[in-house]
């Protein structure tokens, strides 16, 4: 039988070995997985018959920052993929000088046909989180310093010059190869900014082939309001796709109501007999203040619109 001794040393063995793995999930998530930058392609059978591919690039939750250099050049490697449309889903900033590195970083993309809108972070600059907070204050108001305001009026300056397309509570059309793809946006749901209301209404398909709702923040009350409009499709980012996952089981929060099955990658929605296809992107950054992640890398999406049938409208 051991002695009180041995089950001692025994018991600061096992704290030990505990303590290394940590320390080395720790290192992986922050010095390897932040910066190792996936691009996903999906397809989405949105367009009329006979239609040619449309390719849209979804960016999402760059949350820029001046040192951040490795997401500057794979940002900047994107332009490569000449996109029809670029679609950015908002929390571009992360800090007060990352307006020339997000300009800078998108390069060429800026002149694409591009659409966003805001989120919380591109407004303020962040602040520490306790990541506990994260997993148990689910979708309440995020750590933010309001008294900080970040440069975006300077950030949709810029990207207007290049000639996007602020969707905040505004509709646009955008014609790529005969198709006339339809967008409407609101502000951000994670700081209650979301009037859907302002730009709500039946989707009229004399003016509008395939109707794409524009969010930051998907939580249901847009998604679902979205969808019963007759939507085709609805992007959004925000999730950061858990950012700390378990492998094998997946996001365990995804920071607003919308479920964890959803949290990140093409899943579909169901509201008022209507179904939209629901992209949400994993995003490419995460605050300064969590530059962690885990089993669920940065990303950007390369969307490919095909011609199929869509959900029932
Ligand atoms: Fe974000």
New binding site residues.
Partial sequence: MPTASVLARRGLQGLGVAGLLGAGTLAYAGLWEVDSYRLRRVSIPVLPVGARDIRVLHLS?I?MTPSRTKRQRWLTELSGLEPDLVVDTG?NLAHEQAVGFVTRSLGRLLDRPGVYVW?S?DYYAPSFKNPLRYLTQRGKTPNLHPERELPWVDLGEAFSRRGWTDLTHTTTTIEIEGVRLGFRGTDDAHLRRDHYAEVAGPVDRADVDVAIGVTHAPYLRVVDAMTADGLDLVLA??T?GGQVAVPGYGALVTNCDLDTRRVKGLSQNTAAGHTSWLHVSA?M?TSPYAPVRFACPPEATLLTLTAGPAPTR
Avoid: S, V
Wanted: cysteine-free; proline content about 0%; overall charge negative.
């Fill in positions: 939750d949350h929390d989120g972070n980012g925000h950061h995003g950054g």
